[in-house]
């Protein structure tokens, strides 16, 4: 009896050790950038394998090192390890481009925010890091960054050579803040399987709102299918108040305009979709995303970013889509960029460095890698006639769907304004509330937060 | 002054040299952090600028907060007022159960106590697939519910799953306390003709007066700082139906873009404050009724 009571208990130690053995999380690699650059000053036949072309310029340069190299930090979140590799290639580049800079890569894999704020409060943040438009107006009011345009000038990089809406996005009081590193807007994806099995035609760019309508109602009718997705999302619902001549906020973020009547119409459109039977809210069919509900085929079109195409390759190989641009509403075209830059904090030990870093992976020649890869699109003009685009036709709607984007950031109060936004269409949603009265009382939420 | 003896000293000395380790991690991570935490609920403070004193507003703005008396409040004391006596009752009447001479007892031991040693993550994760839309639940009753966006379904679907996590952990406590009771108790009370639910009523519960006290304690204090069922589950949605008392502080702290370090701290002494009173309580009607 003892024993069999011991083996128990060494059973339930056993499973406990391993339930919290899964819990701890992995260490962060930090040295991995610094090992690739020893081992090609020890071994210089390895370069052969790794950058084609140039091999003998290379290997003089690297055996060139500097006895001491200034060291700098970079954090970033990573959403995929196919992106942090993509990251760390351009790392590799850089460190033979550039061999008197080192960069540390010190990635945080979750709560991103949480520990650059953190680490800013503990002055421990590293030297430059990835900042997202939806925060950057924060970090750049409590002055933590450092200004660019010195550095920019200097190293000759111009404003210009980068997409107006990323670049002035990263401009706070007239000063730019950040290196923009990529871009994603929305582009409507159509499942091109659903479409035939309808009978119609596939969406183009020059779509309406009525188009959209028109064909959602007759998928819906032939085959089932939900037509469209409308989810309860600060990060979608936007574009319709683009595209029938509203905005969210006034123009210097002081007020909210969700009760104006531009946003009441396009909520009633949107919300409206799902009341007529065309549309679905993700939660309809069991998911919490609706590119998981398009990958499944549960919704024949929805409106998301480029982070869609190596999710569906990688979950949902077998599905046959396309992209166009979000169809154009009342007042024309609307669409959102969410823009992510590199920025250098201002308690930065080694400010050069960090630019000329930063300089490196955002030179036109690394930005194209990052365009060939398809993980993401380079903020660059020049890069707008790449065979690449030419040939890719979802990466050149999402690319070309800059040109009437708005920045996806609504000033100090951001998540309050979202949060706002979403409770709207849920009460909406799961409450069958009026959509004027759900977003009056949005509208009286932002401007309380406001206040404070 | 009184003197002390070589020999106190030396266990004393002895005694301290063993603790110092744990007294210093506690004395950093949970100490210092607490009085560092009630020195910044009277300040202004999101991180990336050092703290600036304030005074009392912080608590007045979380009073006047809408999300804390609307949402926050009821939602914890609603969450507490069903979790813990049901829990309480369930994981009694299992230990009461698992102490008799049954088959595979150590079987369902083990079996009760598993969810209390797999991660409340992993737990999340499961009862989300088990309560979607097409999930297990639904087909099994036969509804079409969806169970964790609904404001009607989604706080007791989140009770549900702490109920059945923490059950086996009470049970352990109680299972440990009905072995304390002497069997003589109930020869006697057999030969005086009691029943098996006399016996209970009677004895069992009598005698498990104190365990009982530091069970509902344990779940008074769980269930009031309930968080990461909630924030795997739901983050507090669907329209703040399991908006709780530490999801909100989580919220002001961490996840808007300007943190309220000084009004998330604040609201975690609101939460100690009331913690602390409510277990006041409670030990007076329990002690009190033995009287």
């Given at each position: 009896m003892m024993r069999r009571k011991a083996v128990l208990t060494t059973l339930v130690l056993v499973l406990l050790a391993v339930v919290l053995g899964a819990c701890a999380q992995q260490q962060p690699q930090t040295q991995v950038v610094e090992k690739?650059?020893?081992?090609?000053?020890?071994?210089?036949?390895?370069?052969?394998?790794?950058?084609?072309?140039?091999?003998?310029?290379?290997?003089?340069?690297?055996?060139?090192?500097?006895?001491?190299?200034?060291?700098?930090r970079l954090s970033g979140w990573t959403a995929s390890p196919e992106e942090e590799n993509l990251l760390r290639s351009l790392l590799y580049e850089c460190s033979v481009q550039r061999p008197d800079i080192l960069v540390k890569y010190e990635p945080i894999p979750s709560d991103y925010w949480a520990k650059i704020k953190t680490m800013i409060g503990s002055g421990t943040e590293p030297d430059f890091y990835y900042m997202d438009i939806f925060q950057f107006p924060f970090f750049a009011e409590e002055g933590v960054l450092q200004p660019l345009d010195e550095y920019m000038a200097e190293a000759g990089v111009s404003r210009d050579e980068f997409l107006d809406t990323l670049i002035n996005a990263f401009t706070w009081n007239g000063k730019t803040y950040g290196i923009p590193k990529d871009f994603n807007t929305l582009a409507l994806f159509y499942n091109k399987d659903l479409f035939d099995q309808a009978g119609l035609e596939y969406p183009t760019n020059d779509w309406t709102w009525e188009d959209l309508k028109a064909a959602a109602q007759t998928i819906k009718e032939k085959t089932g299918v939900a037509g469209f997705s409308v989810p309860a999302d600060p990060g979608r619902f936007p574009i319709f108040v683009f595209q029938n001549g509203g905005k969210i906020m006034t123009d210097d973020f002081s007020d909210t305009l969700l009760d104006s009547p531009e946003v009441i119409e396009a909520a009633e459109f949107y919300t409206g979709a799902r009341a007529e039977g065309w549309a679905i809210i993700p939660q309809d069919v069991g998911v919490g995303w609706q590119g998981e509900a398009f990958g499944k085929g549960d919704v024949a079109m929805v409106l998301e970013g480029g982070w869609m195409v190596p999710y569906l390759s990688a979950q949902f190989p077998d599905r046959n889509y396309g992209a166009v641009?979000?169809?154009?509403?009342?007042?024309?075209?609307?669409?959102?960029?969410?823009?992510?830059?590199?920025?250098?904090?201002?308690?930065?030990?080694?400010?050069?460095?960090?630019?000329?870093?930063?300089?490196?992976?955002?030179?036109?020649?690394?930005?194209?890698?990052?365009?060939?890869?398809?993980?993401?699109?380079?903020?660059?003009?020049?890069?707008?006639?790449?065979?690449?685009?030419?040939?890719?036709?979802?990466?050149?709607?999402?690319?070309?769907?800059?040109?009437?984007?708005?920045?996806?950031?609504?000033?100090?109060?951001?998540?309050?304004?979202?949060?706002?936004?979403?409770?709207?269409?849920?009460?909406?949603?799961?409450?069958?509330?009026?959509?004027?009265?759900?977003?009056?009382?949005?509208?009286?939420?932002?401007?309380?937060?406001?206040?404070? | 002054m009184t003197r002390v003896s070589k020999q106190t000293l030396q266990e004393w000395f002895a005694a301290y040299t063993f603790l110092f380790p744990v007294l210093l991690g506690w004395g950093i991570f949970v100490f210092l952090a607490m009085v560092m935490s009630f020195y910044f609920s009277f300040t202004t403070f999101n991180l990336l600028k050092p703290p600036q004193w304030l005074g009392i507003d912080n608590y007045i703005r979380v009073i006047r907060h809408p999300d804390f008396l609307r949402y926050a409040v009821p939602n914890t004391l609603k969450y507490v007022a069903v979790v813990v006596p049901i829990q309480t009752v369930l994981s009694l009447i299992f230990a009461f159960a698992l102490d008799q001479k049954l088959r595979a007892r150590d079987f369902f031991r083990t079996a009760f106590y598993l969810p209390s040693v797999t991660s409340s993550v992993v737990i999340g994760i499961i009862f989300v697939w088990l309560f979607a839309p097409q999930g297990v639940i639904n087909q099994l009753l036969g509804l079409d519910i969806n169970w964790l966006n609904n404001t009607k379904t989604s706080l007791p679907t989140i009770m549900v799953v702490n109920i059945w996590s923490t059950t086996g952990t009470l049970m352990l406590i109680f299972l440990a306390g009905l072995q304390d009771i002497p069997s003589e108790l109930y020869e006697a009370a057999a030969i005086d003709g009691a029943t098996r639910i006399q016996m209970f009523r009677y004895v069992t519960v009598p005698l498990l007066r104190p365990v009982i006290f530091f069970v509902v304690t344990l779940g008074i204090i769980g269930t009031f700082q309930v968080f990461d069922q909630i924030y795997i589950m739901t983050k507090g949605g669907p329209l703040k139906s399991t908006m709780t008392w530490v999801y909100l502080i989580y919220f002001w702290g961490w996840q808007e873009v300007r943190p309220d370090m000084g009004r998330a701290s604040a609201a975690a002494f609101l939460l100690a404050v009331t913690i602390f009173v409510v277990t006041m309580i409670q030990r007076r009607f329990l002690e009190g009724s033995e009287a």
């Open positions: 690739v650059v020893t081992q090609v000053v020890e071994k210089p036949v390895e370069v052969t394998k790794v950058v084609e072309k140039e091999v003998p310029v290379e290997v003089t340069k690297v055996v060139e090192v500097p006895a001491e190299r200034i060291e700098v641009h979000p169809p154009a509403g009342p007042k024309g075209e609307g669409n959102l960029v969410f823009t992510v830059a590199y920025s250098i904090s201002v308690n930065s030990k080694n400010p050069q460095a960090a630019f000329d870093a930063i300089a490196c992976i955002t030179s036109e020649e690394n930005q194209l890698k990052v365009l060939e890869s398809g993980f993401a699109l380079p903020s660059r003009k020049a890069l707008q006639d790449a065979d690449y685009l030419k040939e890719n036709e979802v990466a050149r709607t999402i690319f070309t769907g800059a040109e009437f984007a708005t920045p996806f950031m609504w000033g100090l109060q951001g998540e309050a304004v979202n949060n706002a936004m979403a409770q709207a269409l849920e009460r909406v949603y799961l409450e069958g509330m009026s959509v004027e009265g759900s977003f009056k009382q949005a509208a009286e939420e932002v401007r309380a937060a406001l206040q404070e | -």
